[in-house]
């Protein structure tokens, strides 16, 4: 899985391992393995690492650099209530200075491929979606095929505006982009606190949110309201993610 957004989009919003900050946070590829195993055990760069130190070792790191590198960061984690998976956290897109933004688009080039599943990182109140520059870099080497658009701070969107810039987005009756040529669309909020919530927490202030601002809105004879509750939430992200993990093994390694 590859996670990939602009640096405003709140790419690296899950901070139990992934620094966060206002300005220019992700200078290096993030490169997350997961690994099925009996004994819990954690490593960062094949040195072992105790859990609580992972984010902040990554935060040193970052701070040596002056700009975006390629040269990732790999953290395993291994436990026996994990699965085997990888992810790469990117460094967001940067439209300016002309060599930054050519430099953290070679960099997400170099490391995409075919087999992978993207998720696209947009603002929900970005405006022009056609021209949002993660956005045209899929389209621009048809990777929208493995692209899950997850459109996030949804509670940072004007009540008025709910209905274009997230339903109508979702539903693909947007005049912006044809969402329906890519894999899935999402919605989430983001975690704005400092670690003092669980993510239990968290998500039960999501559904909350989501069931008062938007479904509570939408009548119950709607025909696309089930299919709108499937897309909102960080749970129901990671249930599709889950369900084109599996046909991917299905269709490439049964």
Known sequence: TRYIGDWSSDVCSSDLIFPRNKTLCTKQPI????KNNDIENYTLNNSPINKDDIRKTIEDEFLKNQTIVNQPINVCISGKDLIDFEFIDFPGL???????????????????????????VIPSNVTH?????????????NMKKNTILVFTMADKVIEEDIGENILARILNESDEIDTSEYLACSVIINRSHTNNKSLVEN???????FKKNVLDKIPDSHDKKDEIKSMLGVRNLINNLNLFYKKFIDNEWI
Do not use: G, M, T
């Open 203 to 209: 998500d039960r202030f999501s559904d909350q949110w």
């Open 31 to 34: 490169h997350l393995i997961l």
């Open 94 to 120: 940067c439209s300016h200075p002309p060599d930054l933004k050519e430099l953290s688009i070679s960099l997400i080039e170099s490391h995409s491929k075919d087999n992978n599943i993207i998720l696209c």
């Open 129 to 141: 979606l056609s021209s949002y520059a993660p956005i045209a870099l899929i389209e621009k080497y």
